[in-house]
């Protein structure tokens, strides 16, 4: 047992039993039952499970543990309890979450629940999470880990995208120089579905290995990217997912002025496009598309959202609609 989990006890508590979690694609996740509790461990892997070679830094373990107690400050319900951080070697004990009090979103999107409601409350944490992040400690500190940023998003789903598709070098560049230059603020770096846990009263975000101190656009992106994706999987119900694509656009955006706001709608529209050809010929494509005519439907609307000239996000619903 020690071997495995590289510890026998927690909290002076002898391990009783565990058994390994299904896990995304860059750690091993496990239950450890004790006497007295149920923790959840997590330990980052090297070599990341994926089909093309992809090794990057176990040390950005270390970085979703600060980005946990950082965000814990002021989403005290909306982030799991943390009773202890190894940096040697690289794994943290949290709170258990039994997955008989919570789902994923992505899971409930896969059967085909949308709620709009807990999509309006997500978009308000992101803000909170985005707009109380911005200070110079909060930079020196996640700064720290744009290195294990690019190499596991920028360089995996953007510059991939360039290597599958040589003409749209510039734009990848661009959309990379952006990233650097509208730097701002805490980014949680993978905040997907399948990262969000949603209980009866309950929203929990986990899973920041990838944060860093960048442009909070990437969040939007990344998040609005799979209902996008989910409109064109589950056509039946494409106009609700189109629907909390753009009711978790306005309720973020709400907060900004005008030329704020025009601002970050560029970025966006921008970088939308590269994100949905990353999910399909990046590094990480996502696992449930398979249908060689969903991929070339995702590519042909995509390449149509770069060679277009879009003015707003409605603009980007109507290519989605189109057959």
């Avoid at 992809?54 to 909306?78: A, G, P, T």
């Avoid at 899971?107 to 109380?132: A, D, G, P, Q, V």
């Avoid at 929203?203 to 799979?226: M, R, T, W």
Wanted: hydrophobic content about 35%; glycine content about 2%.
């Amino acid at each position: 047992m020690k071997q495995a989990l590289w510890l026998d006890s927690i909290s002076n508590n002898k391990i009783l039993k565990y058994s390994r979690l299904k896990g995304g694609v860059s750690s091993e996740v496990y239950k450890v039952v004790t006497k007295k509790n149920i923790y959840c461990i997590k330990r980052s892997l090297k070599k990341l499970l994926v089909q093309k070679e992809w090794i990057v830094d176990q040390n950005r373990i270390y970085y979703e543990y600060l980005w946990l107690v950082h965000c814990k400050k002021f989403l005290k319900q909306n982030v799991p309890v943390i009773y202890d951080f190894n940096k040697e070697e690289k794994y943290i004990i949290m709170e258990y979450l039994d997955n008989t009090k919570y789902k994923t979103l992505k899971e409930l999107y896969f059967e085909k629940k949308i709620n709009f409601s807990t999509i309006k409350s997500i978009s308000k944490h992101l803000y909170k999470i985005h707009s109380l992040s911005n200070d110079v400690k909060t930079r020196k500190i996640f700064r720290r880990n744009n290195q294990n940023f690019f190499d596991l998003r920028l360089d995996p789903y953007f510059n991939e995208v360039a290597r599958v598709f040589p003409e749209l070098n510039d734009k990848v560049k661009q959309i990379n120089k952006s990233y650097r230059e509208n730097s701002s603020t805490l980014v949680h770096g993978d905040f997907s579905p399948k990262n969000i846990l949603i209980g009866k009263n309950r929203i929990l975000y986990l899973d920041a290995e990838c944060c860093n101190y960048g442009d909070p656009v990437f969040d939007l992106v990344f998040f609005s990217n799979h209902l996008l994706i989910k409109s064109m999987y589950f056509e039946s119900k494409k106009k609700e997912f189109l629907k909390a694509f753009k009711i978790f656009y306005n309720h973020y955006l709400k907060n900004f002025n005008k030329k704020n706001k025009i601002n970050y709608l560029k970025r966006i529209i921008d970088m939308i496009p590269i994100m949905l050809l990353a999910r399909v010929d990046g590094k990480s494509p996502v696992e449930y598309i398979k249908s060689k005519k969903l991929k070339n439907n995702i590519r042909e609307k995509s390449f149509k959202m770069i060679k277009n000239k879009l003015l707003d996000l409605d603009d980007i619903i109507k290519i989605i609609y189109e057959k």
